[in-house]
T-cell receptor, first 112, second 113 residues
Framework: AQSVTQLDSQVPVFEEAPVELRCNYSSSVSVYLFWYVQYPNQGLQLLLK??????LVESINGFEAEFNKSQTSFHLRKPSVHISDTAEYFCASNNAGNMLTFGGGTRLMVKP | KAGVTQTPRYLIKTRGQQVTLSCSPISGHRSVSWYQQTPGQGLQFLFE???????NKGNFPGRFSGRQFSNSRSEMNVSTLELGDSALYLC????????????FGEGSRLTVL
């Protein structure tokens, strides 16, 4: 069975500082990997995805994630965070239909 | 283009009752998935429907059921409610199966008393 582990449940960071949210996955088969973001009282939104090809994927709002097969990781990074990035971030994997396995989530708290 | 619409947004039920939640996917999307989100268990997959057929099912008891209509709208039903069924139920739609690129609604928050 697949599993996704997000190593940090909360990450406090000051505005304009860099941040890394860690994600490790386990799967015996090829997977697709995703980061979703959930703002308060809202559903999830797809932030970025790795399906194949380049191991570095980027979002339109400055986040990036790197697929590392040898370390089974898909960490999310941003060089400079904003207050508006405060949200909960979920790493997920998929290898059957649209059945996603989610990590436990990381709450990013950006402080002024 | 309208997003995924879930109704009702909030509801309160008592133990033993049943509940039906509705989801209207993005126009043209044929796959609808349901997830349960709780503080203790996180996000867990319930089931996925595509072309009116259940394609995948998560590890939930038979009290949880769903269906999809010919217009891709979906409903899920929970019978004989338990306190532990209190959760945010999220519906997500996708153009096709297999990509994992889901568009989520804002959820239906169920409280069981």
């Amino acid at each position: 069975a697949q599993s996704v582990t997000q190593l940090d449940s909360q990450v406090p960071v000051f505005e304009e500082a860099p941040v890394e949210l860690r994600c490790n996955y386990s799967s015996s088969v090829s997977v697709y990997l995703f980061w979703y973001v959930q703002y308060p009282n809202q559903g999830l939104q797809l932030l970025l995805k790795y399906l194949s090809g380049s191991t570095l994927v980027e979002s339109i709002n400055g986040f990036e994630a790197e697929f590392n097969k040898s370390q089974t990781s898909f960490h999310l990074r941003k060089p400079s965070v904003h207050i508006s990035d405060t949200a909960e971030y979920f790493c997920a994997s998929n290898n059957a239909g649209n059945m996603l396995t989610f990590g436990g989530g990381t709450r990013l708290m950006v402080k002024p | 283009k309208a997003g995924v619409t879930q109704t009702p947004r909030y509801l309160i039920k008592t133990r033993g009752q049943q509940v039906t939640l509705s989801c209207s996917p993005i126009s043209g999307h044929r796959s609808v998935s349901w997830y349960q989100q709780t503080p203790g268990q996180g996000l867990q997959f319930l089931f996925e429907y595509f072309s009116e057929t259940q394609r995948n099912k998560g590890n939930f008891p038979g009290r949880f059921s769903g269906r999809q209509f010919s217009n891709s709208r979906s409903e899920m039903n929970v019978s004989t409610l338990e306190l532990g069924d209190s959760a945010l139920y999220l519906c997500a739609s996708s153009l096709n199966m297999g990509t994992g690129e889901l568009f989520f609604g804002e959820g239906s928050r169920l409280t069981v008393l």
